[in-house]
């Protein structure tokens, strides 16, 4: 997995690189196959749809006679039989596809140059190195013409050419002799028809949705990409979000290269909204008068500050305004979950002169909102509101899919049971754990986090469920750093059923080994509190590798077999408790400044897990008769309580006033 920045200056508002492209080919697939709608969407539809075409605009262009000059399609064969240098098939696919715009904007009196453009040179000047670029990006002209690299956030839709032979399809030469024998117009009658890829997500596809899924990741408030697919002359298009891939029939644009217009039109004219991007989120933009005005129909610039998200009044609630100050990365495991948020720093500060933000998160239907979580939250323990988040204004909003419309109702209902809501919230700006004074301060805010965790779970019966180091920070008060649990989005009820693993799981880094052994199977176990306190334990170990507070910084990764797949990672955190050897290996990668926190909390910690897993771990008689082993949950539970950690780091937990209430 690509290394985090360095540092807390360097990284503080830039995109992350710990996104989809560290994800195994294998476990990418199965994620997103498991989104396939296998409903071919025909061409036509899917700009309607998505782009915002007009149906009596793609009807004038399906009557147009345009005509690909034979002598740049020759090139193209010839491309595609041998690349040479710096005449590749994707660059002579973009030739093609600019004289289908030049060919629109002539024929129909289109004044206006369209904002976009298909770069197909961008070597490696993509953030996050060459290994990670498609063969072409759809940006805005001024994007490309910056000398910096491109940033993923600016790029509106991406092109994947296969450049390896497939057999069995269609060869150049047949298409064109085909083309000559027939009629143009037959060919759009029947194009939606032709070529349907296969059920299941091709390598270039896959490629493709990467490429979309990282679009998304460095912005979570956006809502989908699209992506151009070509092999040799079969042209289809994908539509990516958070639930769902859809993916078009496909046609040869040697014999229908009126389609392949309407595609190149609708991709290079379509705005940012019809793009994916935040329909909420604003940009000034200077008149000739040198007022400004906030328009959410340009390009997204490399950086946000002086943009703005505005909500307007909507269902008695007032309209809502905030200004961007800066964009704030967010570390993720190697696949991108659906619910993963971003970040934005604001200008403005609430009533306590404290620094706010925006946190924009997926959450998946029958799940409780944050928001409403956190207010619950304060209403049951009134006197930890210091740990916890407050909720200065929030807006939650059911984003459309385009594409919904066109499926048969079965289909549509179960898809619309399945939507995702996007949560906005400003809250107070947390400082990162690693930006402590000292290991002192770190130590007491860790205490405050697991005691509110645990408060929470016994007198507001929420399991947090998601330990990470993005869910723990602090806030200085009265000058003492005071430890902050946020991120409930994936909290739940003590007796909720795990269900889907994409639903209950958050990160997988410092997930509980047993929940992490177990995916999404019927024999799932339950999340239950015992499997927050192991993240903790997981939390801290991290800390000790990873949190330089005399630099202030989160040092790169040290542990990468912790952040890979489910498999390897569940490995090695059940060896680092149960194996000497492996735990040993770990900590010799503890920094100096944590070498009493690895005596006196890290040792007994891990002492007490052990002791519970090997108490758990008994062997039974199946019906069979063969002897298996079996994890005794109960048992787990039983060993591994609150008391029982505080106890291991020497510390008796604290009376508050809301329990004194209640007794």
């Known amino acids: 997995m690509a290394s985090h920045t360095s540092s807390a200056s360097d990284s503080e508002w830039s995109e992350c690189s710990c996104c989809s492209c560290s994800a195994s080919p294998e476990d990418l697939r199965e994620e997103l196959e498991s989104r396939v709608i296998d409903q071919r969407t025909p061409i036509e539809e899917f700009v309607h749809a998505v782009y915002g075409v007009q149906q009596v605009f793609i009807e004038r262009v399906k009557a147009l006679d345009v005509d690909l000059p034979r002598e740049t399609l020759q090139e193209y064969a010839d491309g595609l039989a041998k690349v040479e240098s710096g005449n590749t098939p994707c660059r002579l696919f973009k030739v093609i596809f600019d004289a289908c715009v030049k060919t629109v904007r002539k024929e129909l009196d289109i004044a206006d140059e369209s904002a976009l453009q298909l770069c197909t040179d961008i070597g490696d000047y993509v953030e996050g190195g060459p290994q990670r670029s498609p063969d072409g990006m759809f940006l805005h002209h001024a994007a490309r013409c910056e000398p910096a690299l491109i940033a993923w956030r600016s790029v509106h839709h991406v092109l994947v050419v ?135 129909n340009v390009a997204n610039p490399r950086e946000f500050e002086g943009a703005r998200f505005f909500f307007p009044e909507s269902q008695g609630q007032p309209a809502l305004s905030c200004t961007v100050k800066g964009f704030s990365p967010v570390y993720r495991d190697a696949i991108p979950s659906r ?159 795990r269900g889907p693993p994409d639903l209950q799981i958050g990160t997988g880094t410092l997930v509980a080994v047993e929940l992490q052994q177990n995916t ?15 993240s903790f334990l997981f939390l801290l170990v991290w800390a000790t590798l990873h949190f330089d507070f005399e630099n202030k910084r989160r040092l790169p990764t040290k542990l990468p077999d912790w952040e890979v797949e489910w498999q390897t990672a569940v490995e090695r955190k059940r060896r680092f408790i149960d194996d000497p050897m492996t735990f040993n290996e770990v900590i010799r990668l503890a920094l100096p400044q944590f070498k009493d926190v690895v005596v006196e909390w890290v040792f007994p910690l891990v002492k007490l897990f052990r002791d519970g897993m090997r108490a758990a771990d008994v062997m039974k008689v199946d019906a069979e008769g063969m002897w298996m082993r079996h994890f005794k949950e109960g048992i787990y539970a039983e060993k591994v309580t609150f008391e029982g950690f505080m106890r291991a780091i020497g510390r008796t937990p604290r009376k508050w006033l809301h329990e004194e209430a209640k007794t």
């Open 162 to 296: 296969k450049d390896e032979d497939t057999e069995g399809g269609e060869s150049f030469e047949g298409a064109v002799k085909d083309m000559e024998e027939r009629s143009a117009l037959d060919d759009l009658a029947t194009a939606s028809q032709q070529l349907k890829p296969t059920s299941p997500l091709s390598r270039q596809e896959l490629k493709g949705a990467q490429y979309a899924l990282e679009c998304m990741s460095v912005d979570a408030s956006r809502y989908h990409a699209t992506v151009l697919c070509v092999d040799g002359t079969k042209v289809w298009l994908l539509y990516i979000d958070r639930d769902f891939v859809f993916r078009t029939t496909s046609f040869n644009f040697v014999n229908s290269p009126q389609l392949l217009a309407i595609v190149a039109y609708a991709m290079v004219y379509c705005t940012p909204a019809r793009a994916g991007f935040d329909p909420h989120l604003q940009f000034p933009v200077v008149g000739a008068d040198g007022t400004a005005t906030y328009t959410s």
């Open 339 to 497: 619910r993963d948020p971003a970040t934005y720093a604001l200008t403005e500060t609430n009533s306590n002169g404290e620094e706010m933000e925006l946190k924009v998160c997926w959450t998946p239907r029958g799940r409780a909102l944050e928001p409403n979580i956190l207010k619950t939250l304060h209403e049951t323990l009134p006197d930890m509101a210091d740990h916890l988040l407050a909720v200065e204004a929030w807006r939650v909003e059911e984003p459309a899919c385009p594409l919904l419309d066109l499926l048969d109702e079965e289909t549509r209902r179960d898809c619309l049971e399945k939507r995702r809501r996007v949560v906005y919230q400003i809250t107070p700006r947390l400082i990162p754990l690693w930006e402590l004074d000292s290991i002192e301060e770190f130590k007491e805010c860790f205490i405050d986090i697991v005691e509110v965790h645990f408060h929470a779970c016994k007198h507001a019966e929420f399991i947090h469920s998601n330990i990470s180091e993005r869910s723990v920070a602090a806030r200085r008060k009265l000058g003492r750093a005071l430890g902050v649990l946020k991120d409930w989005d994936c909290a739940h009820l003590p007796n909720d059923a």
């Open 520 to 534: 999404g199977g019927t024999d799932d176990p339950t999340h239950h509190y015992h499997h927050d306190l192991e």
